[in-house]
């Protein structure tokens, strides 16, 4: 099980941290992706950390300003989001995939309910 949290409502240029808590699973198996999903659009890799945390992937539009963790004692992931604007708003998700980390959504197994990431400019 993934559970999303720490999305909300940010004015331009502010930050959020979203958590992904993981249960029932190998969480150092798994490398995690975070994906968003705005309204009226497709959902986006976001970003991806391998298993280890030593590897990190990012969308080129998100490249420094986000920043992808893991906590492999807490089987958990972060997402930190800095400099936040009104296109970044959307659901965000965490997802799960067995080995090396990927950033095409369909190869993720595990998906978190997402949570709400709102912009305001």
């Known amino acids: 099980q993934l559970v999303d949290s720490g999305g909300g409502l940010v004015q331009a240029g502010g930050s959020l941290r979203l958590s992904c808590a993981v249960s029932?699973?190998?969480?150092?198996?798994?490398?995690v992706g975070w994906f968003r999903q705005a309204p009226g659009k497709e959902r986006e890799f976001v970003a991806a950390?391998?298993?280890?945390?030593?590897?990190?992937y990012y969308q080129d539009s998100v490249k420094g300003r986000f920043t992808i963790s893991r906590d492999n004692d807490k089987d958990a992931a972060y997402l930190q989001m800095n400099s936040l604007n009104a296109e970044d708003t959307g659901s965000y998700y965490c997802?799960?995939?067995?080995?090396?980390?990927?950033?095409?959504?369909?190869?993720?197994?595990?998906w978190g309910q997402g949570t709400q990431v709102i912009v305001s400019s």
């Open positions: 997802a799960l995939i067995l080995g090396t980390a990927a950033m095409v959504a369909e190869e993720y197994k595990y």
């Open positions: 029932g699973l190998t969480f150092t198996w798994y490398s």
């Open positions: 950390i391998g298993r280890s945390g030593g590897d990190t």
